[in-house]
């Protein structure tokens, strides 16, 4: 008797509110809007689609069911993401150590300023979870026709999850810009969407 295939739906909600603050903070954003995660998060599935189906497609191509990390890079040069290849060995970011000290309070923005210090030193790692950030990318790779079962190899996810994250820190930097233009130090989703027209990603 089959087992029945597990299909995966909403992973995307695996991406925490903490992971996406933390490359806000990574390109420069002092804060976000409330309702500005799910924009990101949608944002976010979109870049992954046309990047899992194309590396899918040079598998495909050499009679593969696992992902490589060639794949992926050829992937990634198609839309002129050449900066990214050869980074398969990126590790988790280290996070802030917080110091509890209740007598002296700090004032409106200087813990986000001292994160932002933080998170910018930090080149060549991971903000996203890789358990959830995997989870996003079985759930969009289901859905190709010619691999029904298609398997990722550890380096190929790495390289995917270090592009997405890249992608979208030099987006917060785009819409960040575009805040301060407006005076406003939050970040609005009417600022990613200016930013990403400026872009030319949509029409």
Known sequence: MKKSKKILRDSILGITKPAIQRLARVGGVKALS??????????????????????????DYCKRKTVSVKDVENALSRHGN????????????????????????NRPGTVALRNIRFYQKQSNCLHIPAAAFKRVVKEIAQYYKNITDARFSK????????????????????????????GRTT???K?????????????
């Open 82 to 105: 050449h900066e990214v290849v050869g980074k398969a060995t990126a590790k988790a970011c280290k996070s802030p150590n917080r110091k509890t000290n209740k007598k002296n309070k």
């Open 191 to 203: 600022d990613i969407g200016m930013a990403r027209r400026i872009r030319g990603e949509y029409r």
């Open 34 to 59: 409330g309702i500005i995660y799910e924009d990101i998060r949608g944002i976010m599935k979109i870049f992954l689609e046309k990047q899992v189906y194309n590396s899918l497609v040079y598998t």
């Open 155 to 182: 380096e190929a996810l790495t390289l995917l999850q270090y592009s997405t994250e890249r992608y979208l820190s030099r987006l917060f930097e785009d819409a960040n810009l575009q805040a301060i233009h407006a």
């Open 187 to 189: 970040l609005q989703n």
